[in-house]
T-cell receptor, first 115, second 110 residues
Framework: EAQVTQNPRYLITVTGKKLTVTCSQN?????MSWYRQDPGLGLRQIYY???????DKGDVPEGYKVSRKEKRNFPLILESPSPNQTSLYFC??????????????FGDGTRLSIL | QKEVEQDPGPLSVPEGAIVSLNCTYS??????FMWYRQYSRKGPELLMYTYSSGNKEDGRFTAQVDKSSKYISLFIRDSQPSDSATYLCAMSGRGNQFYFGTGTSLTVIP
């Protein structure tokens, strides 16, 4: 089954304790992305990756890191989490076809609470 | 000004009604337009994908894009209780970023 898998689905942690949210896709997609979803603000793009070893900032990258060492994996790293990073996070992937931006497949989300 | 504006609702309609959902945008470079449906505790799933202006129909769903007015719409005919969800518009241009609306919450009452 084609899917984007995020782990963990839920996490409660404390300020300053480094954490990693993993994302893996089994569709051989080139493009992967992380979003956060907040009430009244919608989905906002944090980082995206066009392919292995290629990453770029989205609209809200502050406080986050990503890496793309393998095509299937795109982990999101919070080096020193703060309460304003409490949110619902989604990973997404899509194929790249020429210059067109294909719609993305989303994971089921990670609800992160930072106390 | 936000890149994409979407009325959050909530919208409540009786079963069988025609539903109209809309988004406006400010960036004239957008040329790829998407509608996603999101159920509670799930990720968004793609409903419709259109390139540039025009209409696209898929079953009970019709997507319209009017680039001259920077306005996109999603119509749902013969709405069903299973259509109750949050609907997100999304768009992209020549760059590699995607911009989403805040979502409209829809409830279809049996």
């Amino acid at each position: 089954e084609a899917q984007v898998t995020q782990n963990p689905r839920y996490l409660i942690t404390v300020t300053g304790k480094k954490l990693t949210v993993t994302c893996s896709q089994n569709m051989n997609h080139e493009y992967m992305s992380w979003y956060r979803q907040d009430p009244g603000l919608g989905l906002r793009q944090i980082y995206y990756s066009m392919n292995v070893e290629v990453t770029d900032k989205g609209d809200v990258p502050e406080g986050y890191k990503v890496s793309r060492k393998e095509k299937r994996n795109f982990p999101l790293i919070l080096e020193s989490p703060s309460p304003n990073q409490t949110s619902l996070y989604f990973c997404a992937s899509s194929p790249r076809t020429g210059a067109s931006n294909q719609p993305q497949h989303f994971g089921d989300g990670t609800r992160l609470s930072i106390l | 000004q936000k890149e994409v504006e979407q009325d959050p609702g909530p919208l409540s309609v009786p079963e069988g009604a025609i539903v109209s959902l809309n988004c406006t945008y400010s960036n004239s470079a957008f040329q790829y337009f998407m509608w996603y449906r999101q159920y509670s505790r799930k990720g968004p799933e793609l409903l419709m994908y259109t390139y540039s202006s025009g209409n696209k129909e898929d079953g009970r769903f019709t997507a319209q894009v009017d680039k001259s007015s920077k306005y996109i719409s999603l119509f749902i005919r013969d709405s069903q209780p299973s259509d109750s969800a949050t609907y997100l518009c999304a768009m992209s241009g020549r760059g590699n970023q995607f911009y989403f609306g805040t979502g409209t919450s829809l409830t279809v009452i049996p």
